[in-house]
């Protein structure tokens, strides 16, 4: 399995794709805040909830659920908001301690999860955590959240769409390439509530194109169109702008064979080592349930 994509300074071919997304991201940011939604895969994990031991205030305004929580609970919340760095993903010790974490077979761990997906009126949720879970779990991580997509309510689509950020395969690239033509809008209560003169929600189509654009950085050889590298995709762009950005990036992904080498490259869910049969048919039919597939 490959670790989680790698960030550091550009070199060579990658100075253009670099300099484009970074004026993408840099634009981006103030409205990323005003969203209300999860920060830019770039950022750093959350702090301050310490590894245990006595639960502050400043503790539960962080994560409200930590209020009552003891032993697996507990760890399993502290960790998400503090101890998981989606980054590390891909390290053996980082696996390790998901798995000793969370058993997606045991719903009392997946309700921990689902819950931290789910939108909140309150502090924003643990998306690094989050992230990191998806991406460290393996084939079982994209497995758990492809099978219960269309029970997902639309409230929580943008949330679900960003915990894939860092899973590594190229099946999730598809997923996410799918999900462009899903003009759905997602309600965001607290956004709504703070957000500018302007503010309209984000759309399933704009959380995929703001999923697939981090998973570009550092690819040698790859230029996105004009469309897509220039300005911002947040709640207060306008609608046609968005629909021009989600259009042209759906047509790159189709039509562009650089990116199509470079997906070809990447390691399939469906040959991880160690995958058994029976999760391997389940993964299998899920991903052709929602178009994913590929050859």
């Given at each position: ?154 409230e929580a689509r943008g949330r679900w ?125 899920a991903l052709e349930k929602h178009g994913?597939?590929?050859?």
């Open positions: 399995m490959r670790s989680a994509p790698r960030r550091g300074p550009p070199s060579g071919g990658r100075v253009v794709v670099w300099a484009l997304l970074g004026v993408l991201f840099l634009n981006a940011a103030p409205a990323l805040a005003q969203d209300g939604e999860t920060p830019p895969p770039g950022s750093k994990p959350a702090e301050g909830l310490g590894e245990g031991g006595e639960v502050t205030e400043e503790m539960l305004r962080a994560c409200p659920d930590l209020k009552g929580a003891v032993g697996r609970k507990k760890e399993q919340l502290v960790a998400l908001y503090s101890g998981l760095d989606w980054r590390k993903a891909g390290e053996e010790a980082t696996r390790k301690r998901v798995k000793e974490l969370f058993d997606l077979t045991k719903d009392e761990d997946t309700a921990v999860l689902e819950k931290q997906l789910q939108p909140t009126k309150g502090p924003q949720r643990c998306a690094n955590g989050l992230r990191c879970v998806f991406a460290a779990s393996g084939p079982e991580g994209l497995l758990f959240a492809l099978e219960r997509w269309t029970k997902v309510a639309v769409l960003d915990a894939l950020a860092a899973v590594p395969y190229r099946e999730v690239d598809r997923f996410l390439a799918g999900r462009l033509t899903d003009k759905a809008s997602v309600p965001n209560w607290r956004a709504s509530q703070e957000g500018p003169p302007g503010y309209a929600d984000l759309r399933v189509c704009d959380y995929a194109f703001r999923t697939i654009i981090p998973r570009l950085f550092d690819i040698e050889g790859l230029t996105l169109p004009k469309e897509v590298a220039e300005g911002q995709l947040a709640s207060i762009t306008k609608m046609d702008e968005r629909d021009k950005k989600v259009a042209a990036l759906a047509e790159w992904l189709a039509k562009d064979k650089a990116y199509a080498a470079h997906l070809a490259k990447q390691p399939s869910v469906l040959a991880a080592p160690g995958l058994d049969e029976a999760t391997k048919k389940r993964l299998g039919e994913a597939r590929g050859e």
